[in-house]
Every structure is written in structure tokens, then in C-alpha cells.
């Protein structure tokens, strides 16, 4: 059974950071398809970044260029995503989420998700 289980959120004052992660069971995270998504209250969700399986190469949608950065630990089947420079409007749920296999960035195409945890950045 695919399991994901986010970790990291919590309150933290703009211009700080924050490093979330994604402890994955049940399949191998380096043969999948992972990502890191948002939702804030009242929008879609988003792809923030994600990393095709097999190559390991990251992908980043253009407006989350800069302040992210996702990466993998195939010996702990974990992944994380770095935010730097926090903003308020990073305030959201945090879900990372996986796929079989990779077709883009957009919430839509993963299959199994996380719990989701709590951002929340004040001015």
C-alpha cells in the first residue's frame, strides 16, 4: 500500500524557512513520479516541483522558480522541499504526492497523496 506522510509545517515569520518532509512507504521513491503541491484557502491546488522518475531531474512551473528547492533520499524513501525567503502568500496545505509515472506538474496527474501539513507565514 502507497503510503505518504508530510511533515515540517508550522507558523514561521516572513523571510524565514522552512524544510517540509515526505516519508514514502510502499513503493520506492526514486522509481516514481514525486512532487510537492499547495492549496491555499479558496484556490486550486498547485505544482510547486517535481521530480521525474528514473532520471531524477526536477521540474520547476515558472512561478516557483527561485524559492523552492525538492530533493530526494533514496535511503530514507523520503522527500523534502525546501522554501527560503517565506512570504505570507506561502501560507497554504502543503501535500507532496506521487505518481507510476511522470506526465508534468499539475495536481491532477499524481495518484497518491499525503495527509497535507499546515504552512502558515506571518507578516
Known amino acids: 500500500e502507497v503510503q505518504l506522510v508530510e511533515s515540517g509545517g508550522g507558523l514561521v515569520q516572513q523571510g524565514g524557512s522552512l524544510r517540509l518532509s515526505c516519508a514514502a512507504s510502499?513503493?520506492?521513491?526514486?522509481?516514481?513520479?514525486i512532487g510537492w503541491f499547495r492549496q491555499a484557502p479558496g484556490k486550486e491546488r498547485e505544482g510547486i516541483s517535481c521530480?521525474?522518475?528514473?532520471?531524477?531531474?526536477?521540474h520547476y512551473p515558472d512561478s516557483m522558480k527561485g524559492r523552492f528547492t525538492i530533493s530526494s533520499d533514496n535511503a530514507k524513501n523520503t522527500m523534502y522541499l525546501q522554501i527560503d525567503s517565506l512570504k505570507p502568500e506561502d501560507t497554504a496545505v502543503y501535500y507532496c504526492?506521487?505518481?507510476?509515472?511522470?506526465?508534468?506538474?499539475?495536481?491532477?496527474?499524481?495518484?497518491?497523496w499525503g495527509q497535507g501539513t499546515q504552512v502558515t507565514v506571518s507578516s
Open positions: 510502499g513503493f520506492t521513491v526514486d522509481d516514481y513520479a
Open positions: 521530480i521525474s522518475g528514473g532520471d531524477g531531474r526536477a
Open positions: 504526492a506521487a505518481d507510476r509515472r511522470y506526465t508534468g506538474c499539475k495536481a491532477g496527474r499524481y495518484e497518491f
